[in-house]
């Protein structure tokens, strides 16, 4: 069955999932990139980028997991682009290039409409403002036996969290402490939201843990 | 140089270092022992307990290494007891029994005065009323060329990192989600005090990481 899936979301040793102050330098915030560090090294990632290489371990694998059966991604806004409020115009295309890593229908919340981008490789974002509830709606309806991807961020995770919709999160837990940005936990009681460790495996740069909701608490 | 340190200190993933509404029957708060699960399966914690067997693995390595070269200990009052208020009497003579794990002289914060407690195999409790900093520097007094190891709770292992006494943590990230208790960063940039990452270990029940202050950073 179709399930929805947060996988190879980042959180710092301290909680975060992304730094401070993100701007058009900074997409993942000040230090964000530290998270990404596990994921940069890989192959899979390498490949995204047209490189040869990378690493090809555990690291590796569980970047491999993120992209398999994926039917449709859902993006927060602040994942899509640095812009904050009304669009100024339709030029801001995503932080990607022309040819974006998701390949098939993607979801962006925000406030302001825009009419669907179509882009190299299979990707069309479609910009949804009637809310988290309405884009999951869409995003199951797109992706059919696929699954549905949580891409992120920080903020977009806790809200299908907090309404009880995901089913699987991966999290890569690195060895870094970032001090401040954007906190997963802060607030939330995922325990009581129903989830359990299913897994956890030892990577080469961070500790992949596979969190599932209890069969008593899905819908 | 004797050094301050945090040692095996568990933390899960969601940042707890206890569970909530510790109590007699419940001294790590209820799931507390969940983080525990990483050390109560090694060589070392049934030693402790007068037991055979046990795992000798990393997470065995990692747990003897809290016991090496330590001149003194600092615990928490909550750490020694369930005792809330004014001692009612002195019949309270902490967790462990006649002869506790500790072997040296062993400094408990509380507001409430009480004589020296001498105890089996050489551990002497300390009550120190007067403060974070004096029970520091009667610790390392008291260890000479050993370490002084802060063995917690969560609150006493907060005030020491943010006065900067702290100059090594080991942390066993525990992949289990604890949802509600006692929250180690929440509020803490541990960045900005000066800690970074030396070194990470994967360990069998916990991914192993040590942080230190950065030499800029230390005294």
Chains 1, 2 share one sequence.
Request: charged share 20%.
């Amino acid at each position: 069955m179709s399930k929805v899936r947060v996988l190879s979301f980042a959180v710092s040793l301290d909680g975060y999932g992304a730094g401070p102050d993100q701007d058009l330098a900074n997409p993942l915030g000040v230090r964000g990139p530290e998270l990404m560090e596990w994921f940069s090294n890989t192959r899979v990632w390498r490949e995204m980028q047209g490189q040869e290489g990378g690493e090809t371990g555990v690291d590796n694998r569980m970047a491999e997991m993120g992209f398999h059966n994926i039917g449709a991604w859902i993006l927060g806004r602040n994942m899509f682009g640095p812009i904050r409020g009304p669009w100024p115009d339709e030029s801001w295309k995503g932080w990607w290039g022309d040819e974006p890593p998701y390949h098939v229908p993607t979801f962006v919340l925000t406030h302001h409409a825009r009419p669907p981008l179509e882009m190299a490789g299979g990707t069309v974002f479609h910009f949804v403002t009637d809310g988290v509830e309405s884009a999951l709606k869409q995003a199951k309806a797109a992706a059919g036996e696929g699954d549905v991807r949580i891409g992120g961020g920080v903020s977009t995770i806790r809200q299908y969290l907090q309404t009880g919709s995901i089913d699987e999160l991966h999290l890569a837990i690195r060895p870094v402490p970032m001090g401040s940005g954007e906190h997963l936990w802060n607030g939330l009681d995922v325990r009581a939201l129903g989830y359990e460790v299913a897994e956890h495996i030892p990577g080469e740069r961070a500790m992949h843990v596979i969190l599932r909701r209890r069969a008593d608490r899905t819908a």
